[in-house]
Every structure is written in structure tokens, then in C-alpha cells.
Nanobody, 127 residues
Framework: QVQLVESGGGLVQAGASLRLSCAAS????????MGWFRQAPGKEREFVAA????????NYLDSVKGRFTISRDNAKNTVYLQMNSLKPEDTAVYYC????????????????????WGQGTQVTVSS
């Protein structure tokens, strides 16, 4: 079992920055690639960013490229999502998720491939 707890969400103005954190416990953090997803009211949950076990590989939703950065600190069992230049359309509940290792896939954009999920943290961007 892996427990994930997100923090760092809040209400900010457009153009501001937030850093989300996801603290993991229960099993070895470095065994998992990690992802961030988000869900806006009335919409399906969508992929935002992913990072490989070592942190050497990353992948992003096109609309957040250049603005968001996913990173991890395996010594602290924590994954981060640095969000800059926030836009109202970024408003959503943000979830972190953990994915067990695959031999030929370092990370994934597919929600169903993730095994553990946090409770979510609300990010609201006002205009």
C-alpha cells in the first residue's frame, strides 16, 4: 500500500505561481513513476505531468508545457508540481498518483495505469 498526500493548493490570481507537493509513505518511493492529474467541475480527469522513477524523464500535457515543471526528491519521498503563469483554465482539483514500474515504459499519461492516488488538492485561479 502507498499513501499519497497532496498539499500546496490554493486560490491565486492569473499569472501567479503555486508549488504542489505530494508526500508518499508506505512503500519505497523510488519504485514508482509519478504523475499529476487534474479534474475540473463537470469534466473528466486529465493527465497533467509525469516523471520517471529517477526523475530523468518527464512528460506534460501540451497546454502546460513551459509553465509547469514536475520534479521529485526521492530522499524526501516527495513529488512536486511547480506551476507558473497560472491561467483560469488551470482551475481544478489536482491529484498525484503512483505507477509501478514497467520494463519498457518509464512513465505514462494513462490514468488507468496508475495504482495509487492521493485525495486531491484544490487549485483555483481567478481572472
Amino acid at each position: 500500500q502507498v499513501q499519497l498526500v497532496e498539499s500546496g493548493g490554493g486560490l491565486v490570481q492569473a499569472g501567479a505561481s503555486l508549488r504542489l507537493s505530494c508526500a508518499a509513505s508506505g512503500r519505497t518511493f523510488s519504485d514508482y513513476s509519478m504523475g499529476w492529474f487534474r479534474q475540473a467541475p463537470g469534466k473528466e480527469r486529465e493527465f497533467v505531468a509525469a516523471i520517471s522513477r529517477s526523475g530523468s524523464g518527464t512528460n506534460y500535457l501540451d497546454s502546460v508545457k513551459g509553465r509547469f515543471t514536475i520534479s521529485r526528491d526521492n530522499a524526501k519521498n516527495t513529488v512536486y508540481l511547480q506551476m507558473n503563469s497560472l491561467k483560469p483554465e488551470d482551475t481544478a482539483v489536482y491529484y498525484c498518483a503512483a505507477r509501478t514500474a514497467r520494463m519498457y515504459s518509464s512513465y505514462s499519461r494513462r490514468e488507468y495505469e496508475y495504482d495509487y492516488w492521493g485525495q486531491g488538492t484544490q487549485v483555483t485561479v481567478s481572472s
